[in-house]
């Protein structure tokens, strides 16, 4: 925003001197000497094109502001849509912080993946697999939106990872809890393995200049 102030300013101060030097070629000068005669002719045509300039100025000005407004409001919706992204990133990344502690028990990982991303439900016992899918399924569809907001390495690491969060939750009705376990180690391992370069990357584009 300083930046394109700084760029209006020096245009500005430009067009002034350039007015300045077209009028002292042309043989305007100031001076004082009360035994010239004033030229009125003169002065009304100055004063006409006085107007005419003040006039492309206020209409330049009265695009310029709407024009300003819409591209803010375009970057806070831009803003929106990928923080919508981010946000269930770092959503993943609870998760998987918390499934790694040891106190929390294999049969509960279903439950606990409720919880983050369902806070406002209670869960006592594990959801079912149809549960699990739905949630799954509306995690996908926010980050499947992704390729059209940030690098599109950031897309495909995304989408890698949710292949294995599915692949671990999604499919974790009566397999072994030592294959189970092996699941999540792989979703967990590679999700630390891009959160920085991610996370990073999103925070970047996210700032609103």
Do not use: H
Request: aromatic fraction near 12%.
């Amino acid at each position: 925003m300083k930046n394109k102030r700084t760029i209006v300013l020096v245009v500005a101060i430009t067009v002034a001197i350039a007015i300045i030097i077209g009028l002292y070629v042309a043989g305007f000068r100031i001076t004082y000497n009360p035994d010239l005669i004033t030229d009125w002719d003169a002065v009304s045509g100055c004063a006409a094109w006085a107007g005419v300039i003040a006039s492309v100025v206020a209409i330049w000005y009265a695009i310029q502001v709407p024009k300003k407004i819409a591209d803010r409001q375009d970057k806070i919706a831009l803003f929106e849509k990928r923080y919508a992204i981010y946000r269930k990133f770092m959503q993943c990344n609870s998760y998987a912080k918390l499934i790694m502690i040891p106190c929390i028990k294999v049969k509960n990982y279903r439950i606990v993946f409720m919880q983050v991303f369902c806070p406002a439900k209670v869960f006592q016992q594990p959801p079912s697999t149809s549960d699990i899918m739905n949630q799954l399924l509306s995690v996908m569809e926010i980050l499947g939106q992704t390729k059209f907001y940030f690098d599109p390495q950031t897309d495909k690491k995304l989408q890698i990872m949710y292949a294995l969060l599915e692949d671990f939750l999604g499919k974790s009705d009566g397999i072994d809890e030592n294959e189970l376990i092996e699941k999540r180690d792989k979703f967990v391992n590679y999700l630390n393995s891009i959160i920085e370069d991610c996370k990073k990357e999103m925070e970047d584009k996210m700032i609103l200049p």
